[in-house]
């Protein structure tokens, strides 16, 4: 217990302790979310504005955000929540159609669009899709604006590619995510080493620097028994 004790007081054991234990809750918040939720990404931030009514030219106008805060469509800086689902349970009836987020079918990066038409080939579900903002904007019946894998044979996204549906929005606060990918994530890893300087390296050449000069005493001593010695 007493060595517990003396563990438990350290000064660098709790900035260790407190550091897993950030990173431990991150981790189990996401994990949880990917259980609960059924699905390898349950959470996205919106930084594109092709769902967003007007189309965001700049993808990057928190005012359209702001000023449209809780639209249908999607804005930049929007917190998506998304649930895996069952293909058969989708909402294909356009413009009340499901919001799906799949797998880009050029290049494989993440894509939130809507649902316009789907297509049965050879048992395999394929989704036209379209983002919100391109072309003519939702909810016309869209004619313009398609997807580029709409022009694929057979056309659309296949069914395997689909992550799940959008189910919730939480607008602005994807900004904090936005702006860690340019100087925030940079920064707190800067804070993080910071502290791992503050509370072990410095400490360490605080320490050595005390020592010295108790190790050189004992050399002294040392050095005039030998001389009596010698007498």
């Known amino acids: 217990m007493i060595a517990l004790k003396k563990v438990w007081t350290n000064n660098y054991f709790k900035t260790v302790f407190a550091i897993v234990l950030i990173i431990t809750i991150v981790l189990g918040v996401f994990f949880g979310l990917q259980l609960g939720l059924k699905t390898s990404d349950p959470m996205l931030t919106v930084i594109s504005g092709s769902m967003s009514i007007p189309y965001d030219a700049s993808d990057y106008n928190i005012w359209l955000t702001l000023t449209h805060p809780f639209d249908r469509t999607l804005s930049v800086g929007d917190i998506i929540i998304i649930q895996g689902i069952n293909i058969k349970d989708l909402n294909t009836n356009y413009p009340n159609s499901d919001i799906i987020v799949f797998r880009s079918p050029i290049n494989g990066e993440l894509i939130v ?44 996204v296949p069914q395997n590619l ?5 189910i919730m929005r939480i607008p602005w606060f994807g900004w904090i995510t936005i702006e860690m990918r340019t100087w925030a994530l940079p920064v707190v890893i800067s804070l993080l080493l910071l502290l791992v300087v503050i509370e072990f390296v410095i400490p360490i050449f605080k320490n050595n620097k005390k020592t010295e000069p108790h190790n050189e005493t004992q050399r002294q001593v040392l050095i005039r028994q030998i001389i009596l010695l010698q007498k």
């Open 162 to 166: 689909v992550v799940g549906k959008v």
């Open 113 to 156: 669009h809507r649902i316009i038409g789907t297509e049965v080939v050879n048992g395999t579900t394929y989704f036209q899709t379209k983002g919100d903002g391109n072309g003519n904007p939702w909810p016309q019946t869209p004619r313009t604006g398609f997807d580029p894998w709409d022009n694929n044979n057979p056309p659309g």
